[in-house]
């Protein structure tokens, strides 16, 4: 069956410091793998798609990649702020269809 | 910027009474999702909505839940007979119409607790 893993749980870090979130994905190919936070009570919200003919997509602090040879997406926040701590939730999809969520990664960066 | 909405924010009901749980999805939106998240675990998909009709439903969508957009902009989900299980937040979600690869926005959500 399809799944999709968060590999950790949680994650801790040092104000400043890159944060790299992991995302797996077994038994299928999305086309798409999107990137959302989530604060407690909140819905997740929105922070980049990549596409399975892309490599990598940047945003501000934020990056992700995208290696169909790992079945793998990894989520890079740089210069990492305490603000910055939340639930992060990788979503796989295929074109307008369903996002199928991962565990979530809960980020906490301490200053 | 634009947004989903998502009303009432937190709805207490006795079991076995019928909610209904409202969104407004970005205007020019076309697909249109329903998602839940039971308390400390993950997000998970119920229901899809394109041209006035489901698109694609999971086995948690059984009889008891129901989907309809009543007019041009709202998009509600009704459970006909709650249970105690179908206490949860209740997300909705909108992308746009570009061969489906728009990203999904989703709304606040509404916390549903079922007594």
């Known amino acids: 069956s399809q799944k999709i893993e968060q590999n950790s749980e949680a994650l801790n870090i040092q104000e400043g410091k890159t944060a790299t979130l992991t995302c797996n994905y077994t038994?299928?190919?999305?086309?798409?793998l999107q990137w959302y936070r989530q604060d407690p009570g909140r819905g997740p919200v929105f922070l980049l798609l990549?596409?399975?003919?892309?490599k990598e997509k940047r945003k501000e602090r934020l990056k992700v990649t995208f290696d169909t040879t790992l079945k793998q997406s990894l989520f890079h926040i740089t210069a990492s702020q305490p603000a910055d701590s939340a639930t992060y939730l990788c979503?796989?999809?295929f074109g307008a269809g369903k996002s199928t969520f991962g565990d979530g990664t809960t980020l906490t960066v301490k200053p | 910027e634009p947004e989903v909405t998502q009303t009432p924010s937190h709805q207490v009901t006795q079991m076995g009474q019928e909610v209904i749980l409202r969104c407004v999805p970005i205007s020019n939106h076309l697909y249109f999702y329903w998602y839940r998240q039971i308390l400390g675990q993950k997000v998970e998909f119920l229901v899809s909505?394109?041209?006035?009709?489901?698109?694609?439903k999971s086995e948690i969508f059984d009889d008891q839940f129901s989907v309809e957009r009543p007019d041009g902009s709202n998009f509600t989900l009704k459970i006909r007979s709650t249970k105690l299980e179908d206490s949860a937040m209740y997300f909705c979600a909108s992308s746009d119409s570009q061969g489906g690869s728009g990203e999904q926005f989703f709304g606040p959500g509404t916390r549903l607790t079922v007594l």
């Open positions: 979503a796989s999809r």
């Open positions: 909505f394109y041209n006035n009709e489901i698109s694609e």
């Open positions: 038994n299928y190919s999305p086309a798409y």
């Open positions: 990549i596409r399975e003919n892309e």
